[in-house]
């Protein structure tokens, strides 16, 4: 596609359901990031993939979330037994590998989850 | 640890001031600063800097990187009531990590 997306756009739940948020990276883009940010703040780096492994995880917040890619391109995210500190803006980017061009990230407009 | 910081952290100018925003960076493997505008929900790209001491620049708005100093500024001239944003930070190493700042709120009032 032209840019990076994401499903849903909303996602309301209850607590202690589970939840999954989806990202379509731009086609070719080999790096695949998450990240969440809460009303008013900053990103929080959650997980990257290169092609379909997360060489650093060390994001996550809890063992509740996990995120996958298969085929180097749709990667979801995860989040077990929702909480409602989980509630957040989760967004997903996307670039070329470093040293295969230009690496600035683009981003998909975004997953807003609200937990109840 | 990795770290990027900003300041100021929000910023109050009034239409047509020049402000200065502020990065400065902790990494392991440097690879690149990126600056980005956040309105709404998605950052928006701005800048790449890789060299030291090479101005890039955007109509008024203009950033250069010094490595020596392990820091950044993003310069905006004549500011707009529609520079009103959040203005992010972002280190990349070459492990393709990328670590962001908190943000700069800079509000631009007629």
């Known amino acids: 596609g032209a840019g990076v997306s994401q499903s849903p756009s909303n996602k309301v739940t209850e607590k202690g359901k589970d939840v999954e948020l989806r990202c379509d990276p731009i086609?070719?883009?080999?790096?695949l990031y998450w990240y969440r940010q809460s009303l008013g703040q900053g990103l929080e780096f959650l997980i990257y993939?290169?092609?379909?492994?997360?060489?650093?995880k060390s994001g996550l917040p809890s063992d509740r979330f996990s995120a996958e890619r298969t085929g180097g391109s749709v990667s979801t995210l995860t989040i077990q037994r929702t909480q409602q500190e989980d509630s957040a803006v989760y967004l997903c980017?996307?670039?070329?590998?470093?040293?295969?061009?230009?690496?600035?990230?683009?981003f998909g407009p975004g997953t807003r989850l609200t937990v109840l | 640890e990795d770290k990027v910081v900003q300041s100021p952290l929000s910023l109050v100018v009034h239409e047509g001031d020049t402000v200065t925003l502020n990065c400065s960076y902790e990494?392991?493997?440097?690879?690149?600063l990126l600056w980005y505008k956040q309105e709404k929900k998605a950052p928006t790209f701005l800048f790449m800097l890789?060299?030291?001491?090479i101005e890039k620049k955007s109509g008024r708005l203009s950033s250069i990187l010094d490595k020596k100093e392990l820091s950044s500024i993003l310069n905006i001239t004549a500011t707009q009531t529609g520079d009103s944003a959040i203005y992010l930070c972002?280190?990349?190493?070459?492990?393709?990590?990328?670590?962001f700042g908190p943000g700069t709120s800079l509000s631009v009032i007629p």
């Open positions: 980017a996307s670039s070329l590998r470093d040293g295969q061009g230009p690496n600035e990230q683009f």
């Open positions: 086609s070719g883009h080999t790096a």
């Open positions: 993939f290169q092609g379909n492994s997360a060489p650093d």
């Open positions: 990494v392991t493997n440097f690879r690149s």
């Open positions: 890789t060299s030291s001491g």
């Open positions: 972002a280190v990349r190493t070459s492990y393709d990590k990328v670590i």
